[in-house]
């Protein structure tokens, strides 16, 4: 099965509106980073995560490692906001492995 | 500033023609290095990992290799391409956190 699960795989958001995207491992994740993949298919770095929360901006995320999740909040959605977010987990088998999940494409809405 | 630059950005190669990707990291000194692959509309699958020079590690096989012949570059390949080599192919480093190159985006006819 899915080491990493993401969901939702596609979510549609009006422009304002708030929304959740998570992750679950069946893993014993060490570190989680979440990316947002634009149509070129550059990657930017959102957050890299210890367990433990992070806020940037109208963005925010938090990583519970007992409880094998992260999440990812979007708080205010704009435009620019959509594209893929792929949250990935590091392994603690210490394979330097960064393993992502599935992917979940957004679009936001005017 | 640290940078990561792939090449070439882009490849429509034929069936059992050789294949080199490069990527070099500067800023950054013995940074782990990896190689990624994205089929169209997929996630992200680890190729290999080099935590030094001339040592690489393959996470999955796919007919494919890779050496390290600097400490700053990182070098994807192979002998004979298949249909299947097409997709999108992303360098990244890390010391803790993964950073990515913008890819290299492979047809393979």
């Known amino acids: 099965g899915d080491k990493v699960k993401q969901s939702p795989s596609a979510l549609s958001l009006q422009e304002g509106t708030n929304s959740a995207l998570r992750c679950n491992f069946s893993?014993?994740?060490?570190?989680v980073q979440w990316f947002l993949q634009n149509p070129r298919g550059s990657l930017m770095n959102l957050f890299y995560l210890v367990p433990g929360t992070k806020e940037n901006g109208r963005l925010k995320s938090a990583f519970d490692s007992k409880e094998s999740y992260s999440t990812l909040h979007i708080r205010d959605a704009q435009l620019e906001d959509s594209g893929t977010y792929f949250c990935a987990a590091e392994a603690s088998s210490g394979s330097w492995q960064l393993i992502f999940g599935s992917g979940t494409q957004l679009t936001v809405m005017p | 500033a640290q940078t990561i630059h792939q090449w070439p950005v882009a490849e429509i190669k034929a069936v059992g023609s050789p294949l080199s990707l490069g990527c070099t990291i500067k800023g950054k000194s013995s940074p782990n290095l990896y190689w990624y692959w994205q089929a169209t509309g997929g996630t992200l699958q680890q190729l290999f990992y080099?935590?030094?020079?001339?040592?690489v590690e393959s996470v999955v096989q796919l007919n494919l290799s890779a050496s390290r012949p600097k400490d700053d570059q990182f070098i994807l390949s192979t002998e004979k391409l298949l249909l299947s080599h097409s997709g999108f192919y992303l360098c990244?480093?890390?010391?803790?956190?993964?950073?990515f190159g913008k890819g290299t985006r492979l047809t393979v006819v």
């Open positions: 990244a480093w890390s010391l803790r956190e993964v950073f």
């Open positions: 080099s935590i030094t020079v001339g040592q």
């Open positions: 893993i014993a994740a060490t570190t």
